[in-house]
């Protein structure tokens, strides 16, 4: 057996070509997988699970055994290995790895031999540091997720780099943004398969941009540590991929509601004020967000004693109203001698360093600054510990913002240190994670601090496996059109790179919103996981009141609506936080191989849950053309049934955004509420009646603590059996008792006049049922495909916890 060269000893700076895996030379087994040697490079395999594969490749001594992502470990799935004279093979239940030996390349297969994904010739190369690994296109092939990234929802043909940056005021074509997700899942007939590539160094991923041989993905230097994921759906895949990166926690009900925010509201007298008319005018909400000027002079841990000299006062009295409040949190720690947190930073150490030891000074809003090195485990529990006195007071939402790190001048040097978890490692590979690990740091703290109450997290920047701590937001937008829409899609792609909660500055953050912007972001957006509006300083007054009564009225309505839909929209909560399934679902998910799916007049649709659908459309289009996939839809507004599998143009007014609803579809609702701490006393069933059968999970629980984690919930299947006209719904299961007296069940798309509960026969009254308050100015009552005529049955019948049967 040859030795193998030292590759360490291979000095990176006279090597200015390209240089490939080699030959194989040996392998040797090791807990669930394999390790080997080339004539250039290592490679190792490591089987996680049937599906999930992965593939280390180094050209180091070692592998390095460090993820802040992956935290599942190889579940001990059986696999074969085969060895023939021109390659080895790696067998699953349901796919095979060949690893062909000259040289060494690797190619993704189902069991019959078809390809999934496979290596290109260059298979993985090094240039210098940087290492890549080619994948060669598959016929038709498309690529979608990635996370926050701009661009269409089929990424075929461009090129993308993972840096978190600051993007103030970013446009479509914009790239990088905040943050990394260095994850995408491929589609061509009849596969779905998703790459995730674990390294937190810059990394690029190249879809057959200009080039047509290859698919690539590279990381500026460190290991290439991939994970190759097979699925018989994108929905599949995207449960393989947060097992590996992990699956939220379920968030405070509250924070799904409506969050209004600004840059800044103060003094306390103004928070008072915005929180006071949200119930006066009858808007439901449940947060009101402080930016920087809450504190003094934008020192993080601090109050302005002038403009908030109460603030425990205020928050008291808003929480009387039901609001919570979100409070900002910025990283940089103002270099002063007497202020707490610089004092008591220097203290224990906590900084980032330059490579001679002293701390690192960046200039930010506070002014010169140092900052926590949140990849160090004693610096995350020190950031935690402080945010006791903001718990104290009852805050109960926090912020992470400037974390990518931003600076004045936006060009961290490239040798300050950080601890890296003990490996100790520059900006360049710890820049990347470093917004992570402060959400990370925040939600850890303000989680033990809260004492069983459930922290509301947000972060500007992240990395994959954020889902795990924090939600996320797409940072600063630009009021127009075309920005609203980009923010859809980039919410679709995070839900597809395991982020569910997810959402955009409602109305635009930079610049100013018209009324007709503002009331169709916010109808778009009461229809998106994280649902907030906020603007910049400076600009003018955007509340759902601040553009007139027209606006208000319409934000009014979709706000409501947004309530009335939130046992649905909790329920689809903790779906994610089982499986990992996205709340706002690009059309990829369920339709990945309908070529209309990813036309650019429909790639911004989006289920909103299974049996919403959402049809984005500009503020200033009176009609839109529409894809609706398989099965029937019933328009929200006037109940009229469409069929799918085809495309219709529909009218969309000002104060009508286009969602349908799936037919056979039942959709747990409640009557909408100020906010989201109000108990309700009837559930409500709106089943949309249609020849397809479905299963919904409800799901409920205190929507505050984590007991729900001990089993205080409480769960029940709503199966549609479309062909025997009837409804199933489970005996309660879980300890959680809610109020419920009645049901009120819905029926709409029928003629029958009775149904049975249990065997008792129930007459049904006939309703004129609206979702919406109608606003008369825009639908004259004559217009029979208004909204708020839609007929519908209606019939209430008594709680009961155990087992129903519903039939008509
Ligand atoms: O330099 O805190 O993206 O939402 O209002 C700007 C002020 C800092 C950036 C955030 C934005 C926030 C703003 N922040």
Redesign the pocket.
């Given at each position: 057996m040859p030795k193998p060269p030292n590759l360490s000893m291979i000095s990176t700076f006279k090597q200015s070509t390209s240089k490939s895996l080699g030959k194989f030379l040996s392998y040797q087994n090791i807990p669930s997988g394999i390790k080997g040697e080339s004539t250039y490079g290592k490679f190792r395999v490591i089987v996680y699970s049937e599906s999930i594969i992965r593939i280390s490749i180094t050209s180091d001594e070692q592998f390095e055994d460090f993820s802040y992502s992956v935290i599942a470990n190889p579940n001990e799935d059986k696999f074969e290995l085969t060895e023939t004279e021109s390659h080895l093979e790696i067998r699953t239940a349901v796919c095979q790895l060949i690893i062909s030996r000259e040289p060494v390349r690797f190619s993704f297969q189902d069991l019959q031999g078809r390809v999934i994904n496979e290596d290109d010739n260059f298979g993985t190369s090094w240039i210098g540091e940087q290492v890549t690994t080619y994948k060669k296109l598959q016929p038709g092939e498309r690529f979608i997720g990635l996370g926050e990234k701009t661009g269409p929802l089929d990424r075929k043909g461009a090129a993308y780099e993972n840096w978190n940056s600051d993007a103030y005021a970013y446009n479509k074509g914009t790239d990088p943004l905040y943050s990394s997700m260095p994850f995408y899942i491929g589609v061509h007939h009849p596969f779905t398969y998703g790459i995730f590539l674990d390294n937190t160094h810059k990394s690029f991923f190249n879809f057959g941009a200009s080039n047509n041989r290859f698919a690539s993905f590279s990381a500026d230097a460190g290991e290439m540590d991939y994970y190759l994921m097979y699925g018989n759906s994108v929905s599949e895949v995207i449960r393989h991929y947060t097992a590996l990166t992990g699956r939220m926690e379920l968030p405070p009900l509250w924070s799904i509601g409506y969050q209004q925010c600004r840059?800044s509201y103060y003094p306390d007298k103004e928070v008072f004020a915005v929180a006071q008319t949200f119930r006066e005018k009858d808007i439901p909400a449940d947060a009101i967000v402080l930016?920087?000027h809450y504190m003094d002079r934008y020192k993080i841990f601090t109050w302005d004693e002038k403009h908030f000299s109460d603030p425990k006062g205020l928050i008291d009295a808003i929480k009387k109203q039901g609001f919570r409040v979100v409070i900002?949190c910025d990283p940089g720690i103002k270099v002063e001698p007497g202020y707490d947190a610089y004092d008591d930073g220097i203290k224990n150490d906590v900084f980032l360093k330059y490579p001679d030891g002293e701390n690192y000074q960046g200039q930010v809003w506070p002014g010169w600054c140092h900052f926590p090195d949140f990849t160090k485990p004693a610096v995350r529990a020190w950031w935690a510990t402080k945010f006791k006195d903001y718990v104290e007071l009852g805050v109960e939402g926090f912020w992470n913002?400037?974390n990518e790190i931003a600076t004045w001048g936006n060009a961290l040097p490239e040798n300050i240190e950080f601890d890296f978890e003990g490996n100790k490692a520059t900006m360049r590979r710890g820049r990347n994670v470093f917004g992570f690990q402060m959400a990370r740091s925040t939600y850890e703290g303000t989680k033990k601090l809260m004492n069983g109450k459930r922290p509301f997290n947000l972060t500007?920047s992240s990395f994959s496996g954020i889902q795990r701590y924090s939600a996320v937001w797409t940072?600063?937008n630009v009021a127009y059109d075309e920005h609203m829409l980009l923010g859809v899609r980039i919410v679709n792609s995070m839900g597809l790179t395991g982020v569910a909660f997810a959402g955009y500055d409602a109305g635009g953050?930079v610049g100013e919103a018209n009324p007709k912007l503002f009331a169709r972001w916010i109808s778009i957006a009461s229809f998106a996981p994280f649902f907030r509006a906020?603007s910049m300083i400076n600009t003018r007054d955007s509340e759902p009141w601040s553009y007139g009564e027209e606006v208000e009225g319409i934000c009014r309505n979709y706000i409501k609506f947004r309530y009335q839909l939130m046992p649905y929209i909790y329920s689809l909560f903790y779906d994610a936080s089982q499986t990992g399934m996205p709340v706002q679902r690009s059309l990829a998910i369920h339709y990945a191989h309908d070529p209309r799916v990813y036309n650019g007049l429909y790639h911004n649709q989006y289920l909103f849950g299974p049996s919403i659908l959402v049809a984005p459309v500009e503020s200033n289009k009176e009609l839109v053309k529409v894809f609706l996939p398989d099965g029937d839809w019933f328009d929200l507004y006037t109940g009229r049934v469409f069929s799918g599998d085809q495309e219709i143009i529909v009218d969309s007014p000002i104060h009508r955004l286009p969602v349908f609803i799936k037919a056979g579809s039942v959709l747990p609702m409640q009557y909408a509420t100020a906010h989201t701490g109000i108990r309700q006393k009837e559930w409500i069933l709106h089943i949309f009646c249609g020849k397809d059968p479905s299963d919904f999970l409800y799901y409920t629980d205190d929507g505050q603590t984590f007991d729900y984690q001990n089993g205080k919930s409480m769960k029940r299947l709503i199966q549609y059996l479309a062909s025997e006209n009837k409804i199933l719904i489970s005996a309660e299961d879980g300890s959680y008792q809610t109020d419920f007296k009645t049901i009120k069940i819905v029926l709409h798309g029928t003629d029958v006049n009775e149904i049975s509960c249990n065997g008792d026969q129930q007459k049904l009254t006939h309703h004129v049922h609206s979702f919406f308050s109608p606003l008369e100015k825009y639908d004259p009552i004559n217009d029979p495909d208004t909204m708020g005529e839609e007929n519908v049955k209606v019939a209430v019948i008594d709680y009961s916890k155990s087992k129903i049967e519903i039939t008509w």
């Amino acid at each position: 057996m040859p030795k193998p060269p030292n590759l360490s000893m291979i000095s990176t700076f006279k090597q200015s070509t390209s240089k490939s895996l080699g030959k194989f030379l040996s392998y040797q087994n090791i807990p669930s997988g394999i390790k080997g040697e080339s004539t250039y490079g290592k490679f190792r395999v490591i089987v996680y699970s049937e599906s999930i594969i992965r593939i280390s490749i180094t050209s180091d001594e070692q592998f390095e055994d460090f993820s802040y992502s992956v935290i599942a470990n190889p579940n001990e799935d059986k696999f074969e290995l085969t060895e023939t004279e021109s390659h080895l093979e790696i067998r699953t239940a349901v796919c095979q790895l060949i690893i062909s030996r000259e040289p060494v390349r690797f190619s993704f297969q189902d069991l019959q031999g078809r390809v999934i994904n496979e290596d290109d010739n260059f298979g993985t190369s090094w240039i210098g540091e940087q290492v890549t690994t080619y994948k060669k296109l598959q016929p038709g092939e498309r690529f979608i997720g990635l996370g926050e990234k701009t661009g269409p929802l089929d990424r075929k043909g461009a090129a993308y780099e993972n840096w978190n940056s600051d993007a103030y005021a970013y446009n479509k074509g914009t790239d990088p943004l905040y943050s990394s997700m260095p994850f995408y899942i491929g589609v061509h007939h009849p596969f779905t398969y998703g790459i995730f590539l674990d390294n937190t160094h810059k990394s690029f991923f190249n879809f057959g941009a200009s080039n047509n041989r290859f698919a690539s993905f590279s990381a500026d230097a460190g290991e290439m540590d991939y994970y190759l994921m097979y699925g018989n759906s994108v929905s599949e895949v995207i449960r393989h991929y947060t097992a590996l990166t992990g699956r939220m926690e379920l968030p405070p009900l509250w924070s799904i509601g409506y969050q209004q925010c600004r840059y800044s509201y103060y003094p306390d007298k103004e928070v008072f004020a915005v929180a006071q008319t949200f119930r006066e005018k009858d808007i439901p909400a449940d947060a009101i967000v402080l930016d920087i000027h809450y504190m003094d002079r934008y020192k993080i841990f601090t109050w302005d004693e002038k403009h908030f000299s109460d603030p425990k006062g205020l928050i008291d009295a808003i929480k009387k109203q039901g609001f919570r409040v979100v409070i900002m949190c910025d990283p940089g720690i103002k270099v002063e001698p007497g202020y707490d947190a610089y004092d008591d930073g220097i203290k224990n150490d906590v900084f980032l360093k330059y490579p001679d030891g002293e701390n690192y000074q960046g200039q930010v809003w506070p002014g010169w600054c140092h900052f926590p090195d949140f990849t160090k485990p004693a610096v995350r529990a020190w950031w935690a510990t402080k945010f006791k006195d903001y718990v104290e007071l009852g805050v109960e939402g926090f912020w992470n913002d400037m974390n990518e790190i931003a600076t004045w001048g936006n060009a961290l040097p490239e040798n300050i240190e950080f601890d890296f978890e003990g490996n100790k490692a520059t900006m360049r590979r710890g820049r990347n994670v470093f917004g992570f690990q402060m959400a990370r740091s925040t939600y850890e703290g303000t989680k033990k601090l809260m004492n069983g109450k459930r922290p509301f997290n947000l972060t500007r920047s992240s990395f994959s496996g954020i889902q795990r701590y924090s939600a996320v937001w797409t940072g600063d937008n630009v009021a127009y059109d075309e920005h609203m829409l980009l923010g859809v899609r980039i919410v679709n792609s995070m839900g597809l790179t395991g982020v569910a909660f997810a959402g955009y500055d409602a109305g635009g953050f930079v610049g100013e919103a018209n009324p007709k912007l503002f009331a169709r972001w916010i109808s778009i957006a009461s229809f998106a996981p994280f649902f907030r509006a906020h603007s910049m300083i400076n600009t003018r007054d955007s509340e759902p009141w601040s553009y007139g009564e027209e606006v208000e009225g319409i934000c009014r309505n979709y706000i409501k609506f947004r309530y009335q839909l939130m046992p649905y929209i909790y329920s689809l909560f903790y779906d994610a936080s089982q499986t990992g399934m996205p709340v706002q679902r690009s059309l990829a998910i369920h339709y990945a191989h309908d070529p209309r799916v990813y036309n650019g007049l429909y790639h911004n649709q989006y289920l909103f849950g299974p049996s919403i659908l959402v049809a984005p459309v500009e503020s200033n289009k009176e009609l839109v053309k529409v894809f609706l996939p398989d099965g029937d839809w019933f328009d929200l507004y006037t109940g009229r049934v469409f069929s799918g599998d085809q495309e219709i143009i529909v009218d969309s007014p000002i104060h009508r955004l286009p969602v349908f609803i799936k037919a056979g579809s039942v959709l747990p609702m409640q009557y909408a509420t100020a906010h989201t701490g109000i108990r309700q006393k009837e559930w409500i069933l709106h089943i949309f009646c249609g020849k397809d059968p479905s299963d919904f999970l409800y799901y409920t629980d205190d929507g505050q603590t984590f007991d729900y984690q001990n089993g205080k919930s409480m769960k029940r299947l709503i199966q549609y059996l479309a062909s025997e006209n009837k409804i199933l719904i489970s005996a309660e299961d879980g300890s959680y008792q809610t109020d419920f007296k009645t049901i009120k069940i819905v029926l709409h798309g029928t003629d029958v006049n009775e149904i049975s509960c249990n065997g008792d026969q129930q007459k049904l009254t006939h309703h004129v049922h609206s979702f919406f308050s109608p606003l008369e100015k825009y639908d004259p009552i004559n217009d029979p495909d208004t909204m708020g005529e839609e007929n519908v049955k209606v019939a209430v019948i008594d709680y009961s916890k155990s087992k129903i049967e519903i039939t008509w």
